[in-house]
């Protein structure tokens, strides 16, 4: 529950818009944000009948590695972006002076040009719908299914108050925080933290998570008695 929201899927959904303008794609926001949601209700579609063919361990293995990369790559194009605008809005002698024919140190802004920024202006919507697809297989459902099969029958009712109260907490922590971590810092920064929470939540599911595809409630028992 805590890595389904630290991943930043209610940030997004919240604002999915904005992201768009921030990264000053040409394409039309509100039509970004159908495209998404689009993504999002066929993902789950796709989660649902793959679920008992495949198994909880492995979709959640593979959404939390696509939310990583996704991020990831959301982070990388607006840290070019930031690097492009401060490069083009501050004259400095010092900076100058060092991008010289033998020197080694140059900015990001260097090797990346506005004109390279606007033809990445799809980046973000292809990170953003794979964000969502990945979410969708795995991170979005399963938690709330494994929730069910985790807990034997008369711990069930408890935990499952528990695991929602601690679910939706997380969300507010996420979408009350990040709009001041991000004036703070950069909106790159914040993508990478949100890639860097879904590798941890990758590691978490590979060695820690038990699969409970087929399992019955003793079988689940057993498993925490060892």
């Known amino acids: 529950m805590v890595f389904q929201q630290f991943s930043g899927i209610n940030f997004v959904i919240s604002y999915t818009v904005q992201i768009f303008k921030d990264a000053g794609s040409d394409i039309d926001e509100n039509l970004s944000s159908i495209l998404v949601s689009l993504v999002q209700v066929v993902g789950t579609g796709i989660a649902i009948l793959i679920v008992d063919r495949f198994g909880r361990k492995i979709l959640l293995s593979m959404s939390a590695l ?10 990388i194009f607006f840290l070019l972006k930031q690097s492009v605008e401060e490069e083009t809005t501050t004259t400095s002698p010092s900076v100058t002076s060092t991008l010289g024919p033998g020197s080694t140190t140059a900015s990001i802004a260097t090797f990346v040009s506005k004109e390279t920024i606007n033809d990445l202006g799809i980046l973000p919507l ?8 990945g979410f969708s297989i795995g991170f979005g459902p399963l938690p709330w299914v494994m929730n069910v099969e985790l807990f034997s029958s008369e711990a069930r009712v408890p935990a499952a108050a528990a695991c929602g ?11 009350s ?9 950069s909106a790159a920064f914040c993508y990478f933290l949100f890639s860097g929470m879904s590798l941890l939540a990758t590691l978490f599911v590979v060695f820690l998570t038990p699969e409970t ?11 925490f008695r060892k």
């Open 66 to 75: 696509l939310m990583c990369l996704a991020t990831c790559s959301l982070g």
């Open 126 to 133: 292809i990170s953003l719908m794979v964000f969502i697809a």
């Open 165 to 175: 109260s601690v679910n939706w907490l997380c969300s507010y922590l996420v979408v």
């Open 177 to 185: 925080t990040v709009p001041s971590i991000q004036n703070a810092t």
């Open 213 to 223: 595809k087929g399992k019955s409630e003793e079988d689940m028992k057993e498993h």
